[in-house]
């Protein structure tokens, strides 16, 4: 491999060596216990949690129990004794202490990209009138990088709200947010590149402007410390079925600041966030707590297959997260260095620590190579994946992910490239 | 029971009657072995489908396949493999046979608040710059006895596209349409009151004025033949809890004409709605089928279970299920009239079986006695529900409800009655 940091190939490449290291990596892993909780087989190397995380055990029960039970036996009578009707804002806490979120923050529902339009209309409301010279902030910057529904979504919020848009780098929102912006909508990891972003830093910067800024922490929650309320986030949304694993397009979470909530102007005032929701009034009177980012009737069955998936978090200490993260990513990087043939792939994952998500994404050169190579990975199994046109995806999720698994996926990636093109 | 039809107090309340007559309807009932698939107990008569549908007895094994197999043992391989991609149109086409759509017009996904925003949003777009004299079609106009949650999100959908909105009487909403009406948004069944609206005529009399319809089917689907293609209806949106049966908070379905999809301009264009979804480019072109009504990443684990509970449907005719409804809620009408006495209880459901849905709901005498006589019912094992101020609603779902249960609930209900207050 080539990589920013290392130009040459390494000379150490012995197999035994890395083997040793991983096992005794392994041995000395904090949170090695946590793997039996997750439905794994040995054969395969799972590296695509950053897509769909695992299964945790503990949900089949659940689910089956919630299905057969409280569906099959107790029907209607669920929605207050078996709790349902309050359970988006019971694991919108759960979620919350993943993300250093206090209790009463968040409310789980609804899919990501809906949340980015509530949180994204919601603080161009909070901003009107309270630009520069007593105009409007009718401006809404987006993360030139971001994972596209997050920019379609803006896009449509500021058609709707008489904003413009206007996608910026990353590294140069700080000096874009000026007296017209009203909201700053930012990946915390880039998709494509694992890049983190400085949230308290760009936080900060958003806010001396007077703007606001939306945190879309798809691929950071459950990967690393996030800390909304210490560094005083607006508003942040993120899915659940990557780190979280809370299983397919599992409902997705949004947070608002206490203070926040009660000016949160929802676009989507359902029934669900009314301040009296079984009162049936014509007219919608905002709940004042997280219910405010509610919407329609909560989807119970994924809902509760969500609230068991994260039981795994409850004896978890984040730091112990990303210390094993940068662990993990650390020795892929260092494996993939020894084991791949020179030029054959690059890292495009930043080297340094701060500024480094949960996955590692490998530029193939040729470009073309980038699909083949992927699927006989998998065909090998080990499972990555591939976006367009040339990135190489792997995902290292430190509750299940060994360092083993690190040094035989970089292996087999080296021993890929090596049989396709030598 | 007083009733609009006959003020009388029955002169004939033998229970042996009426209980021959429930034995002799079961008998002859054309759908009666549909029961046996879904999780039932004799103990209760339950007369809240229209709130919360049964759970159909294939839901449990195949949900624990989903879980099990397709998340637990090929995880990401299932958006693939699994066609858990493609399962918003499959499972769309599903319900679209239920109500008179033809494959290819009705995706399932999100909330029916989420989706009531994204259709009446997209037909007033369909009408811009269309109204007399050149003008802009402004005016949004909802049935008055609405759900509330479709008028809150009427009202955003106007304050956001710059319409007014203006609430109207079902009955009056034909004459109501004019030239600058974008939309009409009307409720299939009133859920109070179960009336059913005239569906075609109104459609027609919208059309007539050059505006768009919606429809709410969340009472009808499942309940009665709808015939959205065979009307020309141009958007409707619906719930599958309910009469499908589909589980708590259920997925809902948005229908779009086939021939307005590629004139669907949705305010929630997500990157599931993209032409090109894996494309991840940075501008979204509009997928042109009934993709266009899909945002986020769809909620697996309740989709799929609603496929399941989709199987009871296979080898049911919705003309039957049509006439066993009413035969039900017809012997209810009778047994309540002979049961219950006179005065404590007054219909308002119609007693036309054109403007009936598949609910009775019993205004209660005097009002503070609703939520104590469902109470008792309840624990007198008949669930109905109540909803405030004094609406004692009944449900009736073809596919389970016998007539022996209708014919316990109302002898029950007028026990119930005797017993409180006399």
Redesign the interface.
């Known amino acids: 491999m080539s990589s920013p940091n290392c130009g040459r190939r390494e000379a150490v490449s012995d197999p035994g060596t890395l083997r040793g290291e991983a096992a005794a990596l392994d041995a000395a892993d904090a949170l090695r216990a946590k793997r039996a909780e997750f ?1 794994l ?1 040995d054969d395969t190397v ?1 590296l ?1 949690g950053n ?2 995380g ?2 945790p055990r503990a ?2 029960a659940r ?2 129990d919630v ?2 039970r409280e ?3 107790l ?2 009578r ?2 207050s004794e078996s709790g ?1 009707w309050t359970a988006p804002e019971r694991v919108g806490d759960r979620v919350g202490r993943l993300v250093g979120a206090g209790p009463g923050r968040i409310v789980v529902g ?5 949340n980015v ?1 509530k949180a994204v ?1 919601a603080a161009v409301r909070m901003g009107e009138g309270a630009g520069a010279g007593g105009r409007a902030r009718d401006e809404i910057l987006v993360d030139a990088g971001t ?3 997050d ?3 803006a ?2 919020a500021a058609r ?2 008489g904003c413009r848009i206007r ?1 910026v780098p990353v590294g140069d929102l700080a000096a874009a947010a000026g007296p017209r912006t009203a909201v700053a909508l930012v990946n915390h990891v880039d998709y494509r590149t694992g890049r983190l972003h400085d949230l308290p830093a760009l936080t900060a910067a958003v806010h001396a402007t007077g703007a606001r800024i939306v945190w879309d922490l798809c691929h950071s929650a459950g990967a690393l410390p996030v800390g909304l309320d210490a560094h005083g986030v607006d508003l942040a949304v993120g ?1 659940t ?1 990557k780190y979280l694993n809370g ?6 979470f949004l947070y608002v600041r206490r203070d926040l909530q009660p000016r949160f102007d ?7 966030s ?1 301040a009296d929701p ?7 009177t905002p709940a004042g707590g997280p219910q405010c980012g509610r ?9 509760l ?1 969500l609230d068991a998936a994260l039981d795994v978090w409850e004896d978890v200490d984040l730091t112990a997260v990303r210390a094993k993260s940068l662990a993990l990513t650390d020795f892929f990087l260092r494996c993939a260095e020894a084991y791949v043939p020179a030029g054959r792939v690059v890292s495009v994952t930043p080297v340094a620590h701060a500024e480094r998500g949960s996955q590692v994404a490998l530029k193939a050169a040729p470009a073309e190579a980038a699909a083949g190579t992927m699927a006989e990975l998998v065909r090998r199994g080990v ?1 990555g ?1 591939h ?2 046109p040339d990135l190489l995806r792997f995902g290292f999720t430190p509750l299940y992910t060994t360092f083993g698994e690190v040094e035989r996926a970089a292996r087999t990636l080296g021993e890929v490239l090596g049989d396709v093109l030598t």
């Open positions: 439905v087989d799972y695509d897509s769909l695992a299964l949900v089949p689910l089956a299905v057969g569906w099959g036996r029907r209607i669920s929605w349902w609804d899919s990501t990209s809906v339009f209309v994972f596209p529904t920019g379609y979504i896009a449509s709707l709200t996608a899915c079925y299983g397919p397009g599992a409902p997705a929802s676009p989507l005032p359902g029934w669900n009314h079984f009162g049936m009034a014509p007219d919608h919407v329609g009737t909560p989807d119970i069955l994924s809902l297959a499972v994946d976006r367009p």
